[in-house]
Nanobody, 116 residues
Framework: QLQASGGGLVQAGGSLRLSCLAS????????IGWFRQAPGKEREGVSC????????YYQDSMKGRFTISSDNANNTVYLQMNSLKPEDTAVYYC???????????WGQGTLVTVSS
């Protein structure tokens, strides 16, 4: 299971940190990714981290603003989002066990709203 949290309402330029708590599988063997889906748009990949070696991947538009990290001791992946823009408004989901699919586990989603 994956449990996403940390969303909320923030003004443009602000920051939020999302959390994805994993349970029920061997965290160290898996990758966990973040995705988002804005109203009326398709789901898109945001970032991903391999819990085994710490490799990270970002969508180009997020590079420099978002940082993904993993706390293996607490089975949690974080997504630190800075310099948020209104276009970052979306429901954010975490997924496992790979960065590129298929995805066996999905979190329930957490809503991020960025006001202008």
């Amino acid at each position: 299971q994956l449990q996403a949290s940390g969303g909320g309402l923030v003004q443009a330029g602000g920051s939020l940190r999302l959390s994805c708590l994993a349970s029920g599988f061997t965290f160290d063997d898996y990758a966990i990714g973040w995705f988002r889906q804005a109203p009326g748009k398709e789901r898109e990949g945001v970032s991903c981290i391999s819990s085994s070696d710490g490799s990270t991947y970002y969508q180009d538009s997020m590079k420099g603003r978002f940082t993904i990290s993993s706390d293996n001791a607490n089975n949690t992946v974080y997504l630190q989002m800075n310099s948020l823009k209104p276009e970052d408004t979306a429901v954010y989901y975490c997924a496992a066990p790979t960065c590129w699919g298929p995805y066996d586990y999905w979190g329930q989603g957490t809503l991020v709203t960025v006001s202008s």
